[in-house]
């Protein structure tokens, strides 16, 4: 008995070696001196500088996050929509504004799609976009410090999904909405959804010198959902496209009725008609609460005001300048290839994949061939518009980038694969698998008129046996492929932070060299900044107390104050001294209900603490800045509510 | 106006590139700093090699009790009086003297420069050596004495983590080149003299 177990055993285990060697075709059965041949490939020398920069959203994390590429490493977590608690944004009071909305501080969203500006259709590294999925918003982040700069809700919207896009030279970003709402919001009854709910396309200027973001127009369209966008280029510039599902205008089980049509749509938007149309004074302004926040590097603080009104457009009321695009079925990314000449709309429920020709959608709106309308928005003809179709590529297609030499990769998510085809021959010339469950893929560069076609990324959705198990919860991960030659290859594996929705990436020359070292201390116009020690002080106005402190190593200015009453309201506005690259200090006070401030060269940052108990309580530097940084440490004495301790401070000195 | 004395002329006005250029360099190397701190040393003013620097140096060298790079020391007023009188003097000297007064002018300009030398080694001698007794780090010779941290006159030397470079500049070497070419005024003048 004990022998036929044994023999079963082996049979097992001999199988399961079979069924390896079977796969040996994937990279994980590399050994000897070809998995050194591709560790070669994604190494780079201690000091060394990776060749591209990848910004990868957070997905359900709310950030961004900064990787080297093809090494993989992670520089930097830049929080975005989600507070911090490892910088203190959104939680220090300059930092606080910036996740203001008109539904209130919001410390949390869920960051989708990067997307780096443009110049000329080209990457230009000035700032990545990011879209805010649940409380719609659009985030600017400024590539010179790697800091949020800006965030702009977006009113009448939900879903923020088809977002952020950029126009070939960031004249726009675009915040598509996914879900379909009443607009203005109100109550009534969910199954009146059919020709009640509309969906906003929203257009936002971008000022080229500041970058400051302002809605320009609200598109308001049918109640389909918006998925995905992408920017015409090229000829095609001035041309928006956004994939829909839902053209059903479903509002229960979306998954069975938003299913039923055999073709939905791929909406095309002339936004040049409509930008003339709007600054010609067409369009209606209707009532909309929503915030702007900006965040001044200068003064090292954000601001947050509501804004009330904002300009729509009935797509009815500019014929000519949107049209829709028959495309099966349920299309999830539409993507525009370099040239600008196709549009690739990936039917997440199609085995095919369905490539759109922007020359004969215009010779289709030329000769008026309409197969009839929808809200006045006049269909195309499915086959006036059809480039061609990659016939059975895989299952499930979701997303496809381009490397510039005439080739599409696209990730199938059932078949959890990257395929590469031939624009214009539509045919399948490799495909490799991913582990496991891709979605998105970048090409950094990708996005625009010159990819940098060395590397792809695949951002996986699930990762089980890749790597070392961590309980329930293991990470999500991206995968790189050099596709560099003919055949992709798989070099890479790297955990990533929250969920890898989408990257952003471009060569690291573009940015590298703006990268700021630190904040010049006389530019820094913070109303609560001390610019030298001398400066330092603490001032009492009621029961709120300021205090004006200054760091360098390896010490703080005051260090000893006293003075301080229970139920006071004390700031702690403190500037580091320090003007050298990569020394910031850190502090945080027993009992603050923040987290630590980690604050640059140059900088000003405040935390608000509301001592609660008698007592004498230390702070100290939460970073570690120096030698004698164990050292870098001060007192606060608390006195009783009514008790009149003097207020005074020292440095070096007795305090009495 | 005879060669020798064109010649002087342009000797006497080559050390106002003093006023143009820096005179000396210091530059400090350290693993953690992967562009070096570096400091100019001009003929009225110290200044930064790259922005902050001294600030820097300043930073770094108050855990051994140096003292901070002063604003202006005294020497900063006097040398650029004293390379003014001297460069008037030659003028004078090239319109007026004749070519033994050339030679008066180039000893007088090398034993000021050897003064000046002098006095920049003393300064560079006090400033790595009267530390702050209450330093934070305190390091010993071997023989048991408080170590300096003097940058090197000349050269480059080796101090705790920092490798230290001092090397004169492009003001130095019109100062030298004045020198010489006045010399040169002297030997042509002297050549010259019996066609007189
Ligand atoms: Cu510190």
Redesign the pocket.
């Given at each position: 008995m004990n022998n036929i177990f044994k023999t079963i055993t082996a049979l097992v285990g001999l199988s399961l070696v079979f069924t390896s060697c079977n796969n040996g075709n994937s990279s994980r059965q590399k050994s000897g001196a070809l998995a050194s041949n591709v560790a070669e490939k994604v190494y780079v020398q201690p000091g060394e500088h990776d060749e591209f920069y990848a910004f990868v959203s957070g997905g359900f994390s709310g950030q961004l996050s900064v990787y080297g590429l093809p090494s993989g490493r992670l520089f930097k977590v830049i929080p975005v929509f989600s507070q911090d608690a490892e910088k203190a944004y959104g939680y220090n009071e300059e930092t606080k504004p910036m996740l203001n909305t008109s539904h209130g501080f919001i410390p949390w969203d869920d960051s989708h799609h990067p997307d780096i500006s443009q110049t000329n259709g080209e990457l230009d590294g000035r700032w990545v976009f990011i879209n805010g999925n649940n409380t719609p918003r659009i985030a600017k982040i400024d590539l010179t410090t790697f800091e949020t700069t800006e965030i702009i809700e977006i009113p009448n919207s939900a879903g923020n999904h088809s977002s952020s896009f950029v126009t070939e030279n960031t004249e726009y970003v675009v915040a598509g909405t996914r879900f379909s709402v009443p607009i203005p919001q109100k109550d009534m009854p969910i199954k009146d959804y059919k020709g009640n709910f509309k969906g906003a396309l929203t257009f936002i200027s971008v000022a080229q010198e500041t970058g400051e973001m302002n809605i320009k127009f609200q598109l308001i369209m049918p109640g389909f959902d918006y998925d995905l966008a992408h920017p015409g280029r090229g000829n095609s510039h001035g041309w928006f496209f956004f994939s829909t599902y839902n053209s059903e205008e479903a509002n229960t089980l979306l998954e069975v009725n938003a299913s039923q049509n055999d073709k939905d749509f791929i909406a095309a938007v002339n936004w040049k008609k409509i930008e003339e149309y709007v600054n010609n004074g067409g369009g209606t302004k209707v009532p909309a609460k929503y915030a702007h926040n900006v965040y001044n590097d200068h003064t090292h603080t954000a601001s947050s005001k509501i804004l009330n009104e904002v300009l729509t457009v009935n797509p009815a009321e500019v014929p000519g300048a949107v049209f829709l695009l028959p495309t099966p079925k349920s299309p999830h990314g539409c993507d525009v290839d370099p040239s600008g000449e196709y549009i690739v709309g990936n039917g997440k429920l199609s085995a095919n994949l369905t490539v759109h020709s922007f020359t004969k959608m215009l010779d289709a709106i030329k000769n008026e061939k309409f197969a009839g309308d929808a809200y006045g928005i006049p269909i195309l003809n499915f086959e006036d518009v059809l480039a061609g179709t990659v016939e059975q590529p895989g299952l499930g297609p979701l997303h496809t980038e381009f490397d510039g030499n005439g080739y599409g990769y696209t990730t199938f998510f059932i078949s959890s694969e990257v395929v590469k085809w031939k624009l214009g021959t539509w045919e399948v010339v490799d495909r490799q698998p991913c582990y496991y469950s891709v979605g998105h893929l970048m090409i950094p560069g990708g996005n625009s008129r010159k990819p940098f076609g060395k590397y792809v990324v695949a951002m996986n959705k699930i990762t089980k046996d890749r790597y070392l198990p961590t309980g329930p919860e293991v990470t999500q991960s991206a995968q790189l492929y050099d596709i560099s030659g003919d055949k992709m290859e798989l070099l890479l594996d790297f955990p990533t932070v929250g969920e890898p929705h989408y990257a952003a990436g471009c060569p690291a020359d573009l940015i590298k060299a703006n990268s700021k070292k630190i904040f010049p201390l006389e530019e820094n116009d913070h109303p609560y900044v001390s610019k030298s020690e001398a400066d330092t002080k603490v001032v009492r106005d009621g029961k709120t107390v300021h205090i004006y402190m200054t760091?360098i190593?390896?010490h703080f200015s005051p260090d000893n104050i006293e003075g301080v009453k229970v139920g006071d309201k004390v700031y702690f506005h403190v500037t580091n001294l320090e003007q050298d690259y990569d020394v910031p200090?850190?502090i945080s006070i027993i009992g603050a209900n923040t987290s630590e401030l980690l604050i640059m060269p140059g900088q000003t940052e405040t935390f608000l603490w509301e001592p609660k108990e008698e007592g004498v309580w230390p702070f100290y530097?939460t970073?570690f800045?120096?030698a004698l940084?164990q050292e870098?440490q001060g007192y606060v004495r608390v006195s009783g509510e009514n008790a009149n301790t003097p207020l005074k401070w020292s440095l070096g000195g007795d305090i009495e | 106006m005879k060669k020798s004395n064109v010649i002087m002329l342009v000797a006497a006005i080559l050390p106002l590139g003093l006023f143009l250029f820096p005179l000396w360099k210091i530059t400090l190397e350290a693993p953690q700093y992967p562009t070096p701190l570096g400091m100019y040393i001009h003929i009225n003013d110290f200044s930064d090699a790259n922005p902050h620097d001294i600030k820097n140096i300043n930073l770094m060298n108050h855990y051994v009790g140096m003292k901070y790079i002063p604003e202006a020391i005294p020497e900063f007023k006097i040398f650029p009086i004293g390379i003014l009188l001297t460069s008037l003097i030659g003028v004078l000297i090239a319109f007026k003297g004749d070519y033994k007064w050339f030679l008066g002018w180039f000893i007088l300009m090398v034993v000021l420069s050897i003064a000046g030398l002098y006095d920049f080694y003393l300064w560079e001698h006090e400033y790595g050596h009267n530390l702050d007794p209450k330093a934070i780090l305190k390091f010993t010779n071997p023989d048991g004495t408080q170590m300096g941290f003097q940058p090197p006159f000349f050269g480059s030397k080796q101090i705790l983590n920092f490798r230290a470079h001092s090397y004169p500049q492009l003001g130095a070497l019109f100062l030298g080149l004045g020198m010489v070419v006045s010399f040169i005024a002297f030997w042509m003048g002297k050549r010259t003299k019996p066609l007189v």
């Open positions: 760091t190593r390896s200090h850190g530097c970073d800045c120096s940084h870098m | -």
